[in-house]
């Protein structure tokens, strides 16, 4: 039996980096060293333990990128407890089907959540208990009393101590089962195997730490080093640049919606923060926004991959292989990475570098099962190798490239089209600041090629975008259809809802 928290990352810093800012509050402007941030947490912990939870509970929490983020997760942790980060942007009731199906005993909300955690937990018939601002008729964690705990309790590595619920493309949900040996490797391999990371380095808390990119590599990952995050809990380009150049961040994490959005505030912005190092993940980043990127910030962008399932990162482009735009990179260490035959589901047959199939991984990254769900963990995980449905190839340099999601694929008059591969063409065009593109039924080919786009206020027309990419792209590729939007759809974890958009634009024929 092996002991490990995944509590230690915060434990041990305040150990060894007692007087260092841990977190940097951009909302409150408090500024929290380790070992405050370690004694918070220790009287969060006491005070849940007021409140019944036993190691083995579930938790679940509901709060922003605040200071409070991180007092409650690691409390939740140090009780021995197993924490279920809820998403900010669902409906009281998706949010009471995530606390009844996790089993949660209690629901963690930031006052500004209330409303809707209050209700949510009534549907589930569990407490809520807040923290931040007093609201009344709802116990404050800070004034639960209860001693505070004097270390953390221990758990075994194989506890879970994360379930990320993925968002539900098809039907209900899923709470993926992350356990403690999964979340301490990953953020171990993050930042010290990947890149030349120190505890100089500030890092931009933008990501919603409820989402498994922004918790492991932006939060658990500065712990781990002994750094400083500064947390964002709105995230706009403008605001941002201003807060990287006042707290001289030198790290950003984030989604491509992000850097789109940094590119357009730059041509605005006074200055521009000298980022050392900047990380995309959660979607493909088209490779002109990586260039445009590079050009105005003189910031190389290293774009990798993962998913809920996976810690999050299984693959990045990493200094030691060095960087391709267009690829997302070498696996990490201790995980594989190969491309199987997709059409065969009962086992994995793996294919030869340069053929298409599907991205499936392997290691310590991989996630524990579904909860109560063993006929989609079954799915899921084949031969110890988890099926991500992700489409891609791993070149003769072991380069993966990801071609698409299994299930955005357009199957149009019988030739497969790859959205990603229309979507980076598009993105070339200077009047094309977003763009994603569904298939939309078709009478005669099946399926058509939708690209929607949000248009520079420059103004372009539909015919001149078709005109463009019919010379960009192969005659089956090029999309027939374009459709002008303010903006595109985004989940809570910033990325494009293609579903959404086909319900939208699917119908209109």
């Not at 434990?11 to 070992?35: F, G, M, N, Q, W």
């Not at 990045?316 to 292989?321: I, L, S």
């Amino acid at each position: 039996m092996t002991m490990l928290s995944l509590a230690t990352v915060l434990a041990e810093a305040a150990r060894k980096h007692p007087d260092k800012i841990a977190v940097i509050d951009s909302l409150t402007t408090e500024r929290i060293t380790y070992r405050d941030l370690w004694q918070q947490t220790l009287a969060y912990a006491g005070g849940l333990r007021q409140l019944g939870v036993e190691p083995g509970d579930v938790v679940a929490i509901q709060i922003p990128n605040l200071a409070d983020f991180p007092r409650v997760y690691y409390a939740v942790l140090a009780a021995g407890a197993t924490i279920v980060p809820m998403h900010l942007l669902l409906t009281p009731e998706e949010n009471a089907y995530v606390l009844r199906d996790s089993g949660a005993k209690l629901l963690v909300a930031h006052s500004s959540q209330l409303e809707n955690a209050a209700a949510a937990a009534k549907m589930a018939g569990i407490p809520v208990a807040s923290v931040g601002p007093a609201v009344p008729g709802i116990t404050r964690l800070e004034e639960a009393g209860g001693k505070p705990l004097r270390t953390y309790e221990s758990r075994e590595a194989e506890d879970v101590a994360v379930v990320f619920y993925t968002s539900g493309t098809t039907g209900k949900p899923k709470g993926a089962l992350l356990t403690h040996l999964n979340l301490v490797m990953n953020t171990m391999v993050n930042v010290f195997d990947i890149h030349g990371l120190s505890d100089e380095d500030i890092v931009m808390g933008c990501l919603p730490l409820f989402h498994t990119f922004g918790q492991t590599v932006g939060m658990n990952g500065t712990f781990r080093l002994g750094g400083t995050i500064v947390l964002m809990a709105r995230f706009t380009g403008e605001a941002a640049i201003q807060l990287m150049v006042r707290e001289n961040v030198t790290i950003f994490h984030g989604v491509p919606t992000m850097y789109i959005g940094l590119l357009e505030a730059a041509a605005k912005a006074d200055k521009l923060p000298s980022l050392r190092l900047c990380v995309s993940g959660g979607a493909s980043l088209p490779v002109a926004v990586l260039e445009r990127f590079n050009e105005i910030f003189q910031a190389t962008i290293y774009e990798g991959y993962g998913l809920s399932e996976t810690s999050p990162t299984a693959t990045t482009n990493q200094p030691a292989f060095g960087a391709r735009p267009g690829t997302v990179g070498h696996p990490i260490w201790g995980v594989d990475v190969e491309i199987a035959r997709p059409e065969i589901d009962e086992r994995i047959e793996l294919m030869d570098d340069g053929e298409l199939g599907e991205i499936v991984i392997r290691g310590h990254n991989v996630f524990a099962g579904y909860l109560n769900n063993p006929s989609a963990t079954a799915e899921a995980v084949v031969d110890g190798w988890f099926r991500t449905g992700d489409l891609g190839t791993k070149d003769a340099e072991g380069f993966i490239t990801i071609v698409d999601r299994k299930k955005d694929l357009v199957i149009r008059g019988g030739f497969n089209v790859y959205p990603r591969e229309v979507e980076e063409a598009l993105a070339r065009h200077p009047a094309v600041l977003q763009v994603a593109v569904i298939g939309v039924p078709d009478p005669v080919h099946g399926e058509e090629i939708c690209a929607v786009v949000v248009p520079d206020p420059g103004g372009i027309t539909a015919d001149e975008l078709i005109e463009w990419s019919r010379e960009k792209l192969g005659k089956h590729k090029y999309p027939r259809q374009i459709r002008f939007a303010e903006q595109l759809p985004l989940g809570p974890s910033f990325k494009v809802l293609k579903r959404e958009l086909r319900k939208t634009y699917g119908s209109e024929q």
